[in-house]
């Protein structure tokens, strides 16, 4: 019941643009938080951004501050990634994550989400 789905991911190419989506539903809809994290083989699965649906408070790691843009649509149920001037370092699975517990910080590691979706590719090409 409780499903989150990205979508949007694909190849770009350096400096280019991709907008990933988020779908969730379930009964335990709208959540106290929503992220992103990506992950690449052998790398841990890092926080990429965050938003909390209620207030919009937003939080990126910083090597995509001023390059991406987390937003929300909470009418749809989804939480967007907007990435501009897309790098090669970028590449990777990008997943969605969800949690309703409150916490007083932005939640930043996987431990702390308790629904994540399958993920969707991002590729960019130099």
């Known amino acids: 019941q409780v499903q989150l789905v990205e979508s949007g991911g694909g190849l770009a190419q350096t400096g280019g643009s991709l907008r990933l989506s988020c779908a969730a539903s379930?009964?335990?809809?709208?959540?106290?938080?929503m992220a992103w994290f990506r992950q690449t083989p052998g790398k841990e699965r890092e926080f990429v951004s965050g938003?909390?649906?209620?207030?919009?408070?937003?939080a990126y790691v910083d090597s995509v501050k001023d390059r991406f843009t987390i937003s929300k649509d909470n009418a749809q149920n989804t939480m967007n990634l907007q990435m501009n001037n897309l790098k090669p370092e970028d590449t990777a699975v990008y997943y969605c994550?969800?949690?309703?517990?409150?916490?007083?910080?932005?939640?930043?590691?996987?431990?702390?989400?308790?629904?994540w979706g399958q993920g969707t590719q991002v590729t960019v090409s130099s």
């Open positions: 994550a969800a949690d309703p517990l409150v916490r007083r910080d932005i939640a930043t590691t996987t431990g702390e989400y308790r629904y």
């Open positions: 379930g009964p335990t809809f709208p959540y106290y938080i």
């Open positions: 938003i909390i649906q209620d207030s919009g408070r937003t």
